[in-house]
């Protein structure tokens, strides 16, 4: 009930259809007990319910025990990440137990997870016309894990496919090589001639089956190569797999 600012729920059952409040207080307001302007619900096995309180940014997880719990995604949420909600108004778990937000004046839909949060469709940078979405206010997963979004900007229903072929999001792991480069860094040259160039070497060992992502922050422009067993600094074409260069620095 968006205007009453609260969740409210009746047993179907029953003769007399008493009216439970489950989340919300009823007066506007952001305490971790109120609501503003609520819009999408799910309500898990455990018989938790999470709202999409749109109006206070955040999704907001009401126990069965109590009144209230804590704010899951959003403002005022423990959790740390780079993406703020703009009135959110759907929200649903998928057959991982990931939460996938949809972030509704942010054009977006995001997961949240025990890897962090993360945009899934909409992103910056993405620019698949069937990927762009416009206010969307919904989604559903089907039996077959396909997500189906309700893009109510462009007055359509958008279907995206769940691949047998892509990774197992459960085992995604994020991991950060620490070490920076810097005048003291080893150096070699990529092409065998007399320029030079610093680097930085680490070993992965990955299963054939997985997706990785690879990248660098840096001030200055920065090349990454692929080696399929070990790099040689002085055969550096040696099992070399791929190489990416954007020319800028990123």
């Known amino acids: 009930m968006p205007e009453h600012h609260r969740v409210i729920k009746k047993n179907l059952n029953e003769v007399m259809l008493i009216v439970i409040t489950v989340a919300g207080t009823g007066k506007q307001g952001s305490n971790s007990d109120m609501l503003n302007k609520p819009h999408g619900i799910y309500v898990d096995t455990q018989l938790n319910t999470f709202v999409a309180d749109c109006g206070n940014n955040r999704i907001q997880r009401f126990t069965s025990k109590g009144r209230f ?32 937000i949809v972030d509704s004046n942010n054009h977006r839909i995001l997961r949240s997870g025990t890897n962090g949060v993360h945009c899934v469709i909409g ?4 620019n698949i016309k069937s990927t762009e979405l416009s206010s969307p206010s919904n989604l559903a997963f089907d039996n077959f894990g396909n997500m189906f979004v309700v893009d109510s900007g462009n007055n359509r229903i958008q ?27 080893q150096f070699y040259s990529q092409d065998c001639n007399w320029e030079s160039f610093y680097y ?49 620095p990123k």
Request: with cysteine; net charge negative; glycine share 4%.
């Open 200 to 248: 930085q070497s680490f070993e992965i060992k990955v299963a054939e089956n997985r997706y990785y992502s690879i990248w660098s922050h840096a001030e200055i422009d920065t090349y990454g190569y692929i080696y399929e067993k070990n790099f040689y600094s002085l055969n550096p074409n040696d099992s070399l797999l791929i190489k990416d260069d954007d020319g800028k």
């Open 69 to 100: 719990d804590k704010t899951e995604v959003g403002d005022k949420s423990s959790a740390q990440h780079q993406y703020s909600l703009s009135c959110p108004t759907g929200i649903t778990f998928d057959f991982q137990q990931f939460l996938f």
């Open 159 to 185: 279907k995206f496919e769940y691949s047998k072929n892509s990774c197992d999001m459960s085992s995604v792991i994020e991991w950060t090589f620490p070490s920076p480069l810097t005048e003291d860094s």
């Open 123 to 126: 992103c910056n940078g993405i």
